[in-house]
């Protein structure tokens, strides 16, 4: 209960913040802006994650504050002389990675702010609502209560970051007006401007990244009835391509984007299994079939690791699922793009590539 937090910060003077893995815009945004405010208010707050985060979070006011965990003597003394440990954004231990084992066994109080579904049961506190746009939400909802006036450009960029990026620019589903105005207290109070927040996130594709977006483009299948669509990015694709991991950061909205489909999925290959980001419309759920491959999320967003021989199965076998969490409209009628079969898109995909090498 928020409550509780606001409590917890008013009678403690020493707090550690940890997120989840890979930290995104929501992780790292919410960490800083909530380490920001408790520094302001004159406590001490350590910033320690297990992993760097996205290079495109790398101009965010604020996240030199933000350590690696390294095993050094001053990150294990700030753990252990911690109070309270926020843990942002995930509520699952394996997500918080090295940090996970240690937090969850510190002698701290543990306080969870995440808007993820089914929290696993270790923590002391817990200040979750799965509807909420973004753990940024939350962590607002905290310095509102307690000191908005101590909103900085810092707090204020990693706040409205957060929302942004959890929200995909402000169109889904969570988005009411309520965070339209929370966001308009963030710019005012912060005095900073969302557009070069945009450019910095959105416009700094690279050329191979776009590569591999193109390759990703061309292997989109529809099934169901062109209510569903999936492609792939293979470790072949990322080679051919020279582009990073990083680089395929939102490519499975690209296919929630074609008109008809409901529900999106993205398999990424790796050495052992396959990744796969499903992603839903509004009123379509992914998060039961995601957690059916051992995976979890959100409602409209989820995602899932499958370890498995081979990649083609994986892809077959969560596809067929999908028709037991998804009730499509007339499925079995042949949609738009479903005529060819992937042996032929691919030969002819062959065929377009030695043209355009010749
Ligand atoms: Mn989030």
Known sequence: ?????????????????????????????????????????????????????????????????????????????????????????????????????????????????DHHLQPEPWFDVEFVRDTAAATGELVYEIIDALDPSLIDATVATG?????????????????????????????????????????????RRSMPGLRLLGR????????????????????????????????????????????????ALLFSETDDGSKISFRSEADVRVDEWARSFGGGGHRNAAGAYVKRPTFEEVIEDVVEAASNFIEFDNPHAPGPGEELSPEDEEYLETLMQSKSSS
């Open 216 to 263: 990703m483009l061309n292997r989109i299948r529809l099934r169901y009835n062109g209510q569903l669509g999936y492609s792939v990015v293979t470790q072949r694709m990322v080679e051919d391509t020279g582009a990073s991991w990083d680089d395929k950061q939102g490519f499975v909205n690209y296919v929630l984007s074609i008109e008809g489909v409901q529900a």
């Open 1 to 113: 209960m928020l409550d509780d937090v606001l409590a917890l910060v008013r009678e403690n003077e020493r707090f550690f913040l940890t997120t989840h893995l890979g930290p995104d815009g929501d992780a790292l945004g919410s960490q800083i802006a909530l380490g920001r405010f408790l520094q302001g208010l004159g406590k001490s707050a350590a910033m320690i994650n297990s992993d760097d985060p996205d290079e495109s979070l790398d101009w965010m006011p604020g996240e030199d504050d933000v350590e690696v965990f390294d095993g050094s003597m001053h990150q294990r003394e700030a753990l252990a002389e911690a109070e309270v440990v926020f843990i942002l954004d995930t509520n699952d231990e394996e997500r918080l990675g090295k940090v996970g084992s240690m937090v969850r066994n510190s002698s701290a109080t543990t306080v969870l702010l």
């Open 159 to 203: 706040l409205y970051t957060a929302i942004m990026t959890d929200t995909g620019s402000f169109r889904y589903s969570s988005v009411t007006p309520e965070l339209h105005r929370i966001v308009a207290d963030i710019l005012e109070r912060g005095d900073i401007e969302p557009a070069p927040i945009h450019e910095t996130i959105y416009d």
